[in-house]
């Protein structure tokens, strides 16, 4: 039976995904109508207020789409410092570094959005460059679109051809999207109870991720 690393696993994925589905439920919800991961939807919003002459609300989409660029930047930084250090994983130090975010952002208030949403898309930079790959199959948490292109794609090939590893791969993706509906869901009813704090249930999940990363394989 072929052993992955924990950070590759289903659990991790699952955490991963239900997280970036109530990241963008949070930030469009609780934090001005600006989604947190999904860069192409800022990036057409931006468009669009430049285009009706509205430049200082343009900024509002600007910033999240640099600060996810800046949270691709810090993986790649901390990735490439050092494998490991002591007994930390140095993905477990980006874990800690999405955890103390998440909290921070909890106690932002109404008035420091933008604030908010630049942390939140950094984190999403970070989450989607740290975290490639569920059981060697490469797959994005913090969005849906390509998941959606190379799930179906391979669930095509798996019933054409027989593949059971296509089908297994296609299942992967699809699972995926569920659950980050599940994670927009979860988004929506906290924001509702708890308004800015809702965020603190994202710094959970990552806490358990944290955790579960002190053993580096599973079966």
């Known amino acids: 039976m072929k052993r992955w690393q924990i950070s590759e696993s289903i659990m991790v994925g699952i955490l991963l995904a239900l997280s970036g589905g109530f990241m963008d439920a949070y930030s469009y919800i609780n934090r001005g109508k600006v989604f947190a991961n999904a860069e192409t939807g800022n990036i057409i919003l931006m468009t669009l207020k430049i285009c009706e002459g509205k430049f200082l609300e343009s900024v509002n989409y600007i910033i999240p789409i640099l600060s996810f660029a800046i949270g691709v930047a810090i993986c790649e930084i901390i990735k ?5 250090i002591n007994i ?3 993905r477990q130090i980006i874990v800690v570094f999405e955890i ?3 909290v921070f952002v909890a106690f932002l208030p ?3 959005n933008q604030i908010a949403n630049s942390i939140i898309s950094m984190i999403s930079g970070v989450q989607f460059a740290t975290f490639p790959k569920v059981r060697g199959t ?5 969005m849906c679109t390509g998941n959606l292109k190379a799930g ?3 669930m095509y090939r798996g019933i054409k051809t027989g593949d059971k590893s ?6 992967y993706y699809y699972v995926c999207i569920f659950v980050f509906i599940i994670g927009t869901m979860v988004g929506y009813l906290f924001v509702r109870l708890w308004a800015e704090k809702a965020i603190l249930f994202a710094a959970v999940a990552m806490l358990i991720i944290f955790l579960m990363m002190f053993r580096e394989f599973e079966n």
């Open 80 to 84: 490439h410092r050092k494998e490991k």
């Open 100 to 102: 103390v975010a998440f």
């Open 166 to 171: 296509a089908l297994e791969k296609g299942l």
């Open 138 to 142: 490469a797959m994005a948490t913090t």
């Open 110 to 112: 109404q008035d420091m």
């Open 88 to 90: 930390i994983h140095w």
């Open 152 to 154: 179906t794609q391979n």
